[in-house]
């Protein structure tokens, strides 16, 4: 029987590698160049966001949470008013061309968190970048089950910016069982923007096969997905088939 993965909480950003072109269609590349001409050449606002995730397996019902294989976050980043890549993120096979934040494995009943520094793309436009979707995908069969997913952000002034997703490239999953540290909001700079799962309820599933879904962990997923989306703004998820995008 193949092992689950679920992920309870998570955090990140990510910068993604170019030479995809080919899979794209020619609205769609229009779309991101007129896009990003919006968004050059602007002056830079007086603060941006550094944003984190928490990710998290931790479940007393649960065993074998964690996975083997490699699990790989992307951060889809943007003005406030509207992602600048579009449609293009529907599909999977175009993630790579998003920001990327880190892969690596997780291991059973943890929780992880994944500090990000600002996105160093959009440091010299004339509005505050964020965060519009977490994508996040794995390689592998050895299933991994997700409790809950957290984002967090906290604003820094100019004097203490980091550089942004590219050196975060070689950022891993930190595990912590400082829980009070992490989702305590008093005098806590990090707020909570957006979470996916409960504490306790169903969580997701991550594996190449769908099956593992209909196993152990039947009562507590539903389905079981390669790829997953996090939408920020509307709190919601879902997972997809293939690369193509289909659900």
Not at 88 to 94: A, F, G, L, S
Not at 135 to 158: A, C, F, H, S
Not at 185 to 196: D, H, I, Q, R
Request: aromatic fraction near 10%; proline fraction near 3%; hydrophobic fraction near 35%.
């Amino acid at each position: 029987m193949k092992k689950h993965i679920i992920i309870s909480s998570l955090a990140l950003v990510l910068i993604g590698a170019s030479g995809f072109m080919s899979d794209l269609d020619k609205s769609e590349v229009e779309e991101c160049t007129e896009s990003k001409s919006e968004i050059l050449n602007l002056t830079s606002p007086d603060f941006h966001y550094n944003y984190r995730v928490i990710i998290d397996l931790k479940d007393k019902r649960m065993e074998n949470t964690g996975t083997k294989d490699k699990i790989k976050i992307f951060a889809h980043w943007g003005s406030p008013d509207k992602p600048y890549l579009g449609k293009m993120v529907e599909k999977p096979r175009n993630w790579p061309m998003l920001n990327y934040v880190t892969e690596g494995t997780l291991e059973d009943a943890k929780m992880y968190k994944i500090e990000l520094g600002t996105d160093h793309v959009h440091q010299q436009n004339d509005y505050v970048a964020e965060i519009h979707y977490l994508y996040m995908k794995t390689n592998g069969e050895d299933g991994l089950w997700v409790d809950r997913m957290i984002l967090q952000r906290q604003k820094v002034t100019p004097d203490k910016w980091t550089h942004g997703a590219r050196d975060f490239v070689n950022a891993v999953f930190k595990a912590t069982d400082n829980i009070d540290e992490l989702l305590g909001e008093a005098g806590n700079p990090w707020k909570t923007v957006a979470k996916w799962g409960a504490d306790g309820g169903k969580g997701y599933c991550f594996s190449k096969d769908p099956t593992d879904a209909d196993r152990s962990w039947k009562d507590m997923v539903s389905g079981c997905y390669q790829y997953r989306v996090f939408d920020v703004k509307n709190q919601k998820t879902w997972g997809l088939k293939n690369e193509d995008g289909d659900k």
